[in-house]
């Protein structure tokens, strides 16, 4: 039994990503088609990050209240109407719709998915070590975003709504396959009122920032993980606008994302390189990774021939592949782990402050100056921060 549980997590879990994989290369080529500028594509994305904090508690207690199948289900449905919306939408307020239902199902499957996996081979006195099951999920994920990307590119190249339709119909089936194959029979049902899940997001939020603001090594933490959040929104919504107009073909920009996809890959792999360099010390290896990435990004804005713009744009992935195995690092260097949820938590609202002020910030840029410009500033804010860490922690 718990083997035909660990295979159906690993084929819903590849369904559920190359599902949303479709639409990644030509996101925002098919907004720019239908009408949007610059500025616009980027607040329909900030949409996103909105409803993913008003609706973050709401929808958890879903999973509570009707169990994890349930919530992965209707986390799966969502997604796949939010895509049918886009499919169909031909304005901004329309695109603005379908990112807040598509934002509510992604908070539906937020740690419910593989709340079911751990649960349900407990329930069945599975005693075996997940590690390699949540390796293997990454790998098969991997593999999904860019069979995906790459399939919904050349789709693109047919049709640019064409991903959204596919994508749409593979999150259905998705839910389908989820309703036979996932079982939840010892699930028993928990009354969660709406008062209480306010409640616990205020002491949530007043817990958090108590010992974010009063602990110098989570504030330097989550100063730098605003600062990466806010500087990435750039390259991330407008790759595809600067590039697509040099590479020709449109399927090649899903070859693109498999190229950005191994540059994380790399970086994740030299991690451990770039901590040895910072003398095992994760606060300067953090930093390096920052003017790593912010490098990157300010020299891709400022070049013009095509090959060294791709090639430090490239860069600038390595260096974002880098950041999360250094910031594990830096978290168990620093932090007790019975402090760690607290501060994820935190540390998740302010990536999204941190995306939100970005996309605003760079599509403003992007669309009344130029993309260049927008990528300039962005990475000059990236290294500008690393450089004030630095001088922080000598002051210390």
């Keep these: 039994m718990a083997q035909r549980t660990i295979r159906a997590y690993l084929i819903l879990g590849a369904l559920f990503t190359g599902s949303i994989s479709f639409i990644v290369a030509t996101y925002v080529l098919f907004l720019i088609s239908r009408g949007l500028n610059l500025f616009e594509v980027n607040l329909v994305n900030a949409v996103f990050m909105v409803t993913l904090f008003v609706v973050e508690v709401p929808t958890g207690a879903v999973a509570d209240t009707w169990g994890r199948k349930a919530s992965f289900i209707a986390a799966c449905v969502l997604l796949g109407s939010g895509m049918f919306l886009y499919y169909v939408s031909h304005s901004f307020w329309g695109f603005v719709l379908a990112e807040a239902v598509a934002a509510v199902g992604s908070t539906c499957a937020t740690g419910a998915f593989q709340a079911w996996l751990v649960d349900t081979l407990r329930h069945h006195g599975y005693t075996g070590p997940l590690d390699q099951v949540f390796v293997r999920e990454q790998q098969v994920k991997e593999l999904a975003t860019i069979s995906g990307a790459v399939a919904g ?10 991903p959204w339709f ?3 119909v593979m999150f259905m089936a998705t839910a389908v396959v989820a309703a036979l194959v996932m079982r939840e029979e010892y699930f028993e049902r928990k009354r969660l009122t709406l008062d209480a899940g306010l409640g616990s997001m205020r002491q949530t939020i007043a817990a958090s920032a108590r010992y974010g603001f009063g602990h110098t090594e989570v504030r330097f933490l989550l100063l730098l993980g605003f600062a990466l959040a806010f500087a990435t929104q750039a390259p991330n919504m407008q790759w595809q606008p600067r590039f697509a107009a040099h590479l020709g073909d449109r399927a090649l920009l899903g070859w693109l994302w498999v ?3 191994l540059s994380l890959f790399l970086g994740a792999s030299v991690a451990k390189w770039f901590l040895r360099q ?6 300067h290896a953090l ?9 990157g990004i300010l020299l891709a804005g400022a070049g013009t021939w095509f090959p060294t713009v791709i090639a430090f744009f490239l860069w600038h992935e390595v260096g974002r592949g880098v950041y999360r195995p250094l910031k594990d690092a830096y978290l168990n260097q620093n932090v007790l ?3 760690r949820a607290t501060l994820l938590s935190f540390e998740a609202m302010a990536n999204h402050v941190g995306s939100l002020l970005g996309l605003i910030v760079s599509g403003w840029v992007a669309e009344y100056g130029s993309i260049r410009a927008a990528w300039v500033l962005s990475g000059l804010l990236l290294v500008l921060s690393a450089c004030a860490g630095l001088w922080n922690g000598r002051q210390q």
Aim: glycine letters at 12%.
């Design 153 to 162: 590119a050349y789709l693109g190249k047919l049709d640019l709504a064409l």
């Design 166 to 168: 596919m994508g749409g």
């Design 259 to 261: 190229a950005m996809s």
């Design 278 to 283: 910072a003398r095992n010390e994760p606060r």
């Design 287 to 295: 930093l390096a990774a920052q003017v790593f990435a912010g490098s």
């Design 337 to 339: 782990s019975s402090e």
